[in-house]
């Protein structure tokens, strides 16, 4: 009885051990494909990518904000070092933005300014133009950064770091650094 016992447990062992490590074989080379399906792993590369080339040959270098803003644009309140404004917004994506939001940088000096969101989360379709708000926070360091660094400039280039995007009912943190362009600086 006991040597049927040993059968059955050592067949069991195999009926539940082989199709696990012959899973793990087949992606000992991607490991990461056993709980990230490919084709969800290719549609993460590819928001990465359009959000970190988002013009087209030809275009203008920054698709994002088609037009430059302006000091007159920005609603700034010192007090709580709060700004918001409204502007041009291209999707870059191929897939619709319900929400957006990151740090923004300094790309001189790789410098962290504070953050920055679109003020009411909307659907956005892919590749669609719309005036959207935007909402963002000076750090108390940006001011200062403003002043040591950028004293008398109007504006600085600056980029969308650390981006965390909703499209297409995903959630993803971008790793490539989204040009915005010239900011003004208000302060």
């Known amino acids: 009885m006991d040597k049927v016992r040993l059968a059955l447990v050592l067949i069991t062992i195999a009926i539940t051990v082989g199709p696990i490590l012959g899973i793990v074989l087949a992606y000992r080379d991607n490991l990461p494909g056993l709980v990230v399906p490919p084709e969800l792993d290719q549609i993460m590369n590819d928001l990465d990518n359009d959000f970190a080339n988002p013009t087209q040959p030809g275009g203008s270098g920054n698709d994002i904000f088609p037009q430059p803003l302006s000091p007159e644009d920005i609603q700034y309140d010192p007090a709580s070092r709060t700004f918001t404004f409204t502007t041009s917004f291209k999707n870059p994506l191929p897939l619709d933005l319900n929400s957006m939001s990151g740090n923004l940088e ?82």
């Open 106 to 187: 300094c790309d001189e000096h790789r410098f962290a300014l504070g953050t920055i969101s679109l003020k009411s989360p909307s659907k956005i379709k892919a590749g669609e133009t719309v005036t959207a708000s935007f909402t963002g926070q000076w750090s108390e360091t940006a001011l200062n950064h403003f002043e040591a660094e950028h004293a008398g400039e109007q504006s600085i280039a600056g980029s969308l770091v650390d981006a965390t995007i909703n499209a297409g009912g995903m959630t993803v943190q971008l790793s490539d650094r989204i040009s915005l362009g010239e900011i003004p600086i208000i302060t």
